[in-house]
DNA sequence: AGTTCGATCGCCT
DNA sequence: GGCGATCGAACTG
């Protein structure tokens, strides 16, 4: 018998298409992450998109260092990376196998196994602080390098299709937090959203 | 082998 | 708005 979480993944053609494609669409779809016997999971309502040709804020630009080995390898992967001493950050590969590519997921809005989400975040006060920025949705849902190159279609992280939230505008804007290629409009956010790192 | 600095967060003023 | 925490990856020599 198949597992329920399976079944609704997004399959590796939604992964295997141009980055910027994938990190719109990703917008509204849910992350799930079975760990320590629990379901974590959120709505992806923040995004970036980093490109494999002319993008020189992405991790690869210039070419293939052995943590980013596997945004060169075949879509559907997470690509999880460990900044500033302390978080982690993740990232899921786009592009054929060969090309670079990636979206990193900036914000969530709490699904299932909010409790334990909490439990992870204890600075967080407010719900819409659980995972809304990179770091704080790593924590929350239990991510980290144990993660790194993990098949997304196909275990226990995966992305899920479907959503109840099927009407809402998707607004643009430069990516945040970095300085080079910063005026590209590559972040995609669900407007309004209250969950979203920063409001515009 | 040593140095620099980052796709961040949260606390401080 | 500013800055300290904290450490590995990547680059320099």
């Known amino acids: ?94 592009e054929p196998d060969g090309e670079a590519g990636a979206v990193l997921i900036r914000a969530l809005e709490p699904v299932a196994g909010v409790e334990a989400m909490r439990l992870r975040r204890p600075k967080a006060r407010r719900l819409e602080d659980l995972a809304s920025g990179p770091g704080k949705l790593a924590l929350a849902l239990g991510v980290t390098l144990d993660q790194y190159g993990v098949d997304v279609t196909n275990g226990s992280l995966i992305v899920r299709a479907e959503t109840n939230h099927k009407d809402f505008r998707i607004g643009v804007s430069p990516r945040i937090g970095i300085k080079k290629s910063a005026d590209l409009p590559l972040r995609f956010f669900v407007e309004g959203n209250a969950y979203v790192s920063r409001a515009k």
């Open 1 to 94: 018998m198949v597992e329920a979480a399976e079944q609704v993944a997004l399959p590796r053609s939604f992964y295997a298409r141009p980055t910027v494609e994938v990190a719109r669409d990703l917008v509204g779809k849910v992350i799930v992450h079975q760990v320590d016997g629990e379901e974590l999971a959120g709505r992806i309502v923040e995004v970036e998109a980093y490109l494999g040709r002319g993008d020189e804020a992405a991790h690869f630009f210039g070419g293939m260092t052995p943590r980013t080995r596997v945004i060169y390898g075949p879509p559907g992967y997470a690509y999880v990376y460990f900044v500033y001493g302390m978080y982690h950050c993740l990232n899921f590969v786009t």
